[in-house]
């Protein structure tokens, strides 16, 4: 069941859902599910060489949306035979605070059923992966008639529309330079707003996770805080927000110099090393069963920076680690 609710200016909808199951739901009860369909001219102003079938398929499990990204052959229309190879997956939540911007085609928002937030990573053969932030809209008119709208919040501030089947994306996309999405959906970007976003939906997705991620933070932050020296102090933040009681007394068991992410002081400009280490959670969700994938960084100066992905799986209410690479460092 969803809640709509209007103020002036943008249209904010606040939805809650209901009826929840650990099973996989059906396409009815959850628009979203299933094989959307998209075809992709962004970059080929018509000529078929340059287009793409695009196919996502979503699904649901205790209350975690995931989805899976690929590029589909068609050599009948034209279409580069094998396409390049590029995949992705998704991780989400169902969005509780969604905006209704006034650019979107289907503002204001009436007919939007259900909107599923969180980050994709596309994996482009050959290039290092990377993260996109992503809202998935269900549009469903009077007819019942249901079109995908993929928003992508940042990078990129534009919306695409997905179709239930390609047919009907080779019937409405338009041959042009710019393809059929819709672009500067935001009038001025606001780098803290969607930072705080990301944030929001990254907390969501964790803490709908089958471990405790805040214990499973304290088994990555271990690793992280082994290069404190005894007169550091380190300053925690944990998917944006400080540890509460019980996780800073377990980090001040690894390190005794412990304090919250909130209370950081400033380092100073050009200061290559200082004493003063700041170190983030950013995310952590879910890649298989009993598998996840978290980030973490470090700062503590002009020379002093690094940030690593861990694989984990689960270890109890917590986790252990499978495998880290770090992403980079300076």
Not at 111 to 118: K, L, R, T, W
Not at 200 to 212: E, F
Not at 274 to 284: K, L, V
Not at 291 to 301: F, I, P, Q, R, W
Request: with cysteine.
């Amino acid at each position: 069941m969803a809640r709509f609710v209007a103020l002036s200016g943008s249209v904010v909808l606040f939805l809650s859902v209901v009826g929840w199951s650990s099973e996989l739901a059906s396409p009815v009860s959850e628009p979203l599910f299933g094989e959307w369909n998209r075809l992709n001219t962004r970059y080929a102003g018509g000529n078929p060489s340059n287009s793409e079938h695009e196919l996502m398929h979503f699904w649901v499990e205790a209350q975690v949306w995931s989805g899976s990204y690929e590029k589909h052959p068609e050599p009948a229309l034209g279409f580069p035979n094998p396409p390049d190879g590029t995949f992705g997956i998704f991780t989400g939540t169902v969005a509780t605070n969604f905006v209704c911007q006034p650019a979107f085609p289907f503002y204001p928002c009436q007919d939007v059923v259900q909107v599923v937030e969180g980050m994709t990573r596309y994996s482009p053969l050959g290039r290092p992966p990377f993260d996109i932030h992503q809202q998935h809209i269900i549009v469903r008119e009077r007819n019942g008639h249901e079109v995908m709208w993929q928003y992508f919040v940042s990078p990129g501030n534009f919306v695409c529309p997905w179709y239930r089947d390609f047919e009907e994306a080779l019937a409405a996309a338009p041959s042009t330079a710019h393809g059929d999405c819709i672009f500067q959906v935001r009038s001025q970007s606001d780098p803290e707003q969607t930072e705080r976003i990301a944030e929001r939906t990254n907390r969501a997705i964790a803490q709908r996770l089958d471990i405790d991620y805040k214990r499973c933070s304290t088994v990555i932050l271990r690793q992280q805080m082994g290069q404190l020296a005894e007169d550091d102090v380190a300053y925690v933040s944990i998917i944006g927000e400080d540890p509460d009681a019980t996780t800073l007394n377990m980090l001040r068991k690894l390190h005794a110099r412990v304090e919250p992410g909130s209370k950081t002081p400033s380092i100073a400009d050009g200061e290559i090393h200082s004493h003063t280490w700041f170190f983030a959670i950013s995310f952590m969700r879910p890649v298989a069963p009993r598998e996840y994938v978290a980030g973490a960084g470090y700062h503590c100066g002009a020379l002093c920076a690094g940030a690593t992905e861990y694989r984990l799986s689960k270890s109890g209410k917590s986790c252990s680690v499978l495998s880290s690479r770090l992403l980079w460092v300076s």
